[in-house]
């Protein structure tokens, strides 16, 4: 007689998919990592579809997207803005007309970093002069006072840029409240505008990334994190080392969620706050870093973004896997749960997006065009790990009843085997019957070993599956 056993998807756990779990005698129901997941994410309790990517009309770039960034005008519109290898641009609600201040201006730029202040947003690139354009208007115009580096960063009143040309390690601020004047480091003119600038560690590295704050900000270096707070007067700031060898792998790889800065290093998945980091790749409820780091195409990791989206209630990163020159994966964290999913989405930029009250990834695909997560969802799936049984002996999956709220048709199938490496032998994909609400097996996979999958391309909420299991001889 077939024994049902009650299954919580609970994470997935990459860097141990080739290990059995042990599944004890029930009281109740048992959370099983997952060994693989795709196409989902994971909020409020449940594994969710992804919708997938929906182009804008009349997004192309034309060129490939470097980055792009959003703000809000003073009555609350969002005001977006991108960048190619040659070009500035603004949405104007229908294209995607270009800001240049003329076609062509920026040739060779690599990367660009963005940031507002004021009723203005900032440009840098590293290679031109600083960028900077009044929301409304038609064109950037060069700062031509200004220091060129490449990462932008706003701390209290001052704009901050990093990286500067000849020196990556280096940090200057504008003059508080006016990021137009730049007066000379260390004059009697900077002391009394509380500019300035300083050499952060020089073992760290290149400054990758600037977060901003009212009184403090983390500044990201490739072998390290500084912590900035604001002093004014003659210091205007103070900058503490607070992380040593260990820093951001590139400059795209940092996303700021209010206080916090999740970001990618050479050994995975951190947040720091701007005192400490803290793994959020090899936790108790995530194992993803030796994954990421077999799996990301280390020559193109440049190219990886990050965003923040407050509906998904997730963190997002694109990274190029395999040979990929491009990001084909998006990977997703739930800072609440610890919990990561992966989606195969083929990007070229992502960006922390906003749409008036509250934030949203925006993406670029692979044709230049932007988009949204707003089409139809792809099929996504949960699959378990290798189930063994305390008493070691074999069971034959008969039908399992998947616990999920849908609105298509969810599948299932199954897998057995006798021995942990033993190759897997899956049914073919089972529908759920539309009266016992079970999933039925004609022939019984099992063995001392069995794992699950199920697959929904509208769920709202895939919660684990109850699996019905007839036991075999002993051992």
Not at 28 to 35: E, I, K, S
Request: aromatic share 10%.
């Amino acid at each position: 007689m077939a024994r049902p056993f009650i299954l919580a998807f609970g994470p997935w756990l990459p860097d141990g998919a080739d290990s059995a779990f042990t599944l004890p005698f029930q009281y109740q129901a048992t959370p099983v990592p997952l060994a693989d997941v795709l196409n989902l994410y994971y909020a409020q309790g449940a594994y969710r579809s992804l919708p997938s990517l929906a182009a804008v009309a009349g997004g192309a770039l034309g060129a490939r997207a470097l980055a792009a960034f959003t703000t809000l005008s003073g009555a609350g519109a969002p005001q977006r803005f991108a960048a190619t290898a040659s070009d500035l641009f603004t949405w104007t609600g229908a294209a995607w007309a270009n800001a240049s201040t003329a076609v062509g201006a920026y040739a060779g730029a690599a990367g660009w970093s963005f940031a507002r202040f004021g009723e203005c947003v900032y440009a840098a690139d590293g290679v031109h002069a600083l960028q900077s354009i009044t929301l409304g208007d038609p064109n950037f115009a060069a700062v031509a006072a200004a220091p060129i580096g490449s990462i932008l960063g706003v701390i209290n009143q001052s704009l901050l840029v990093g990286a500067l040309t000849g020196y990556p390690y280096r940090v200057q601020w504008s003059a508080i409240g006016d990021p137009t004047t730049w007066p000379t480091p260390l004059t009697n003119t900077a002391i009394a505008d509380e500019s300035g600038q300083t050499d952060l560690e020089q073992d760290f590295g290149q400054v990758l990334f600037i977060g901003g704050g009212p009184q403090m900000g983390v500044i990201l270096q490739r072998n390290g994190i500084t912590r900035a707070t604001y002093q004014g007067g003659d210091v205007t700031f103070s900058f503490l080392p607070t992380v040593r060898r260990r820093g951001v792998i590139a400059a795209g790889a940092a996303v700021q969620q209010g206080s916090l800065t999740h970001f990618i290093a050479d050994d995975g998945f951190w947040v720091t706050d701007g005192s400490e980091a803290k793994s959020t790749g090899t936790t108790g409820g995530a194992a993803l870093d030796k994954w990421f780091l077999d799996n990301v195409n280390m020559d193109a990791v440049a190219t990886i973004r990050g965003a923040w989206d407050s509906t998904l209630k997730c963190v997002i990163y694109a990274i190029p896997t395999g040979t990929n020159a491009l990001p084909d994966t998006l990977l997703l964290f739930n800072p609440t749960s610890g919990f990561w999913t992966k989606a195969a989405i083929p990007t070229e930029c992502l960006w922390t997006d906003q749409t008036g009250t509250q934030h949203q990834v925006g993406l670029f695909n692979q044709a230049h065009s932007s988009a949204y997560l707003t089409g139809a969802p792809a099929s996504g799936y949960c699959e378990t790990y290798d189930l063994g049984f305390t008493d070691q002996q074999a069971r034959y999956l008969s039908e399992a009843q998947p616990h999920i709220v849908c609105t298509d048709s969810p599948i299932m199938r199954a897998a057995g085997k006798e021995a942990i490496d033993d190759a897997l032998i899956y049914t073919p994909d089972v529908g759920r019957d539309p009266f016992t609400r079970t999933c039925a097996f004609d022939t019984l996979p099992g063995g001392k070993f069995v794992r699950t999958r199920l697959t929904s391309s509208a769920t709202s909420a895939m919660q684990g599956a109850t699996l019905y299991l007839e036991q075999g001889g002993g051992v």
